[in-house]
């Protein structure tokens, strides 16, 4: 079946320790334990939206070295289809993480490959983009290659959700009206409207800002807070399910894939909020990244009265 998702960024390979506590500026820290996972945001939300239902395909570009292998091998484990990934020369993209004992983490992302994915790379796969009904995008490949995307999911009326991570900046200013669902965090809302969210009444400011520049609706995740959508009209808060915490790491990836596997489905945004925030709850409650994020009857069961 042509895919109902299709996913454009990137693939990186997370080196993770554990510590007790993040280390300070020019500090050594004895780390707990060192995993090798897969991830990156495109590929962590493309296996979100996998497991979570959705036929999914994949654009990215991975190394010609034994990660890149690695990376393929687990999107194609989760029946991602995989014609749009591409090899390139020089090392697959890396992320090196630290989780401390408060499940809080500190992330260095090293691009690699994901940086060869230009737009004109993306025009070669624009079937794969005409073939989807949604289209996700996030921010670790280069802008040029984001602002086609969007703008191709556009002019094609796919639903186009952007997930503005890792932001610390302004996005052009051009990129929202193309935006159907944009989906920061607090710190990616408040680099994007210049609005501190650190409450409801902030978070509702920070969206109303965004919508006015141009977004269509915002969904602003607050972890443990829950979410908050907006649509221009009015705001919705969706308090978070209560679950005991192990990683943080991946949970707005999971989200993110989850409602777009919902919107997929045909659910509606409330019932596809709900869903994707049970769904980042399971994975917090296990380590990694792409090992943390649970499959549809996990989401099911947990919903499930």
Known sequence: MPAKVVVVGSLNMDLVTRASRLPKGGETLIGESFSVVSGGKGANQAVAAARLGAQVSMIGCVGRDAYGDALRAALLAEQIDCQAVSTVDGSSGVALIVVDDNSQN?????????????????????????????????????????????????????????????????????????????????????????????????????????????????????????????????????????????????AGDTFVGGFAAALAAGKGEAEAIRFGQVAAALSVTRAGAQPSIPALSDVQAFQAP
């Open 106 to 250: 500190s992330i260095v992302i090293v691009p690699g490959a994901n940086g060869a994915l230009t737009a004109d790379q993306l025009k070669r796969f624009d079937p794969v983009l005409q073939a989807a009904d949604l289209l996700i995008c996030q921010l670790e490949v280069p802008d040029a290659t984001v602002g086609h995307a969007l703008k191709r999911g556009r002019e094609l009326g796919k639903i186009v959700i952007l997930n503005p991570a890792p932001a610390s900046r302004a996005l052009p200013a051009h990129w929202y009206g193309s935006i159907d669902y944009l989906i920061p965090n607090e710190s990616e809302a408040a680099a994007l409207s210049g609005v501190a969210v650190d409450s409801l009444d902030t978070a509702q400011a920070a969206a109303t800002k965004l919508i006015a520049m141009g977004a269509g609706k915002v969904i602003i995740t607050l972890g443990a807070q829950g979410s908050l959508f907006a649509d221009g009209n009015s705001f919705q808060h969706f308090p978070a399910p209560s679950v005991k915490a192990v990683d943080t790491t991946a």
